[in-house]
């Protein structure tokens, strides 16, 4: 059941009418529901309990620490792709050996700061990641644990800009050249080098790139141990994609099957990183209706929110549900509109010629299935002021991040005394 539906004519989220938000609030903001966040990682837990895999859930789709702190009381452990985020995900309450950290680009000083703080496990990207990784630990007296993220060239058949698992993209390390740089990797006094790791891309609909890909792990993993490498841990990257619009999400059912099918005969640890499909139905962002314009060739809604506060529509076009707070009347007409922010930017639009209800100044507006990479991405271009962020359990709602004023955002400036 979702958490975000119709009761009388209004939309709740769990048992709190949007609207008593709004009102107490303000808008924009983020609203996320406790209950969702919890029932999609236990059904990643389900799915894939029974093959003991273990789930860490991707920090870069949402980090607020609100919502880390009620993944990681549910079990999950924290996938982080920088520094910041391996502190966000401590201070909310995960443990250093729950912690993976991932990234194509992890600076000395992250890796350091990752040592220090004892990590599970490094996703190593590249040869020259391995070596100055290799040096860190070995000037802290440590052994750095390593998996080698491995490029299968394989299409992940999603969106250009998620998509990492061809031989092109700057992700990992190509499959031709893997057993050599592990087999470099197992010579090194710095590094304890345990297994693998593959990650294609986001928001996949189709299984058979994830076949694919986890075939030619496992065949690079019997090669490895053929040369003498031990593997013990295989970790599969990012989750399933989700539905936005009509898109059937490739159950977890059949996701699991061929994690049994192809990676648990191999007798590995085997860990999954999913964030979208935990977060991403799990939120929505609210905002209200600023003014509606009715143009020559089309109606513009003109709402306050925009591309600073979810940046999807506009760098990927990405579609997002929109649903007025106040339920529609069945039969009530819908005429195409084109939803955009006050932005000096075209680029500026949530949807375009969009079938809506009609819109009047003050109308409150739910984009949907914005919980993952959403907040996140935001910015307070032109100035704006960041959406805030809600939680919602039963019937209560508290603010998990309040909007900062113009103090804050404006205060962060320094004017050099050669100006004064
Ligand atoms: N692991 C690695 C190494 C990743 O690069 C990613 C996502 C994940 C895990 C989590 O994948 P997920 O379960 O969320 O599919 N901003 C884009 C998505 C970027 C995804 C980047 N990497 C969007 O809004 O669609």
């Known amino acids: ?36 966040l919890i029932d999609n990682y236990q059904a990643y837990a389900k799915a894939l309990g029974a093959l003991g895999v273990d789930v860490f859930y991707s920090l870069k789709a ?9 993944l990681a009381k549910a079990g999950a452990g924290a996938d982080v792709v920088s520094v910041g985020e391996m502190h966000r995900a401590l201070k909310a309450g995960v443990p250093a050996g729950r912690i993976v950290f991932a990234g194509v680009g992890k600076t000395r000083a992250e890796m350091r700061a990752a040592l220090e703080a004892g990590i599970y496990q490094f996703n190593v990207e590249s040869a020259g990641e391995l070596e100055a990784l290799n040096e860190v ?9 390593v998996t080698l993220r491995i490029n299968p060239d394989v299409d992940a058949k999603t969106h250009a800009k998620i998509s990492t698992g061809k031989s092109e993209n700057k992700f990992g390390i190509d ?19 345990l297994g693998l790791a593959v990650h294609i891309g986001s928001q996949l609909t189709d299984i058979a790139p994830y076949r694919a890909a986890f075939a030619k792990i496992a065949e690079l993993t019997s090669t490895l141990r053929k040369g003498g490498m031990k593997v013990e841990r295989i970790d599969l990257g990012g989750g399933v994609g989700i539905a936005y619009r009509d898109e059937t999400p490739i159950p977890l059912e059949d996701y699991a099957r061929l994690v049994r099918e192809v990676i648990q005969p191999l007798a590995t640890r085997i860990e999954i990183e999913p964030g979208r499909s935990i977060v991403g139905n799990a939120g929505i962002l609210v905002s209200e209706v600023v003014s509606v314009k009715e143009g020559v060739s089309r109606t513009f809604v003109i709402v306050d929110a925009a591309m600073n506060d979810l940046i999807r529509p506009t760098l990927y ?26 932005i000096c930017e075209t680029g500026d639009r949530f949807a375009e010629q969009r079938p809506l ?10 984009f949907m299935t914005a919980g993952a990479y959403g907040a996140v991405m935001s910015s307070t271009y032109n100035t704006r002021l960041p959406a805030a962020e809600v939680l919602v359990r039963g019937d209560r709602f508290d603010v998990v991040r309040p909007r900062p004023n113009y103090d804050h955002i404006i205060g962060l400036d320094r004017v050099p005394d050669w100006l004064s």
């Open 175 to 193: 499959i031709d050249q893997a057993a050599q740089v592990y087999s470099a990797a197992s010579r090194m006094p710095g590094i304890e080098i």
């Open 317 to 342: 076009d990405a579609y997002h549900a929109i649903l007025t707070v106040k339920e529609p009347a069945k039969n009530a007409p819908v005429e195409p509109a084109d939803v955009v922010g006050p």
């Open 62 to 70: 949402n980090s607020n620490q609100a919502v880390i702190r009620t």
């Open 137 to 145: 630990a070995s000037a802290l007296g440590r052994k750095a644990p």
């Open 357 to 366: 209800p009609p819109l009047a100044p003050g109308d409150l507006l739910a």
């Open 1 to 36: 059941m979702s958490h975000f539906r119709y009761v009388d004519g209004e939309l709740h989220v769990e048992a709190v009418p949007v609207r008593r938000i709004a009102a107490e609030i303000g808008t924009p903001f983020y609203c996320y529901s406790s209950a969702t």
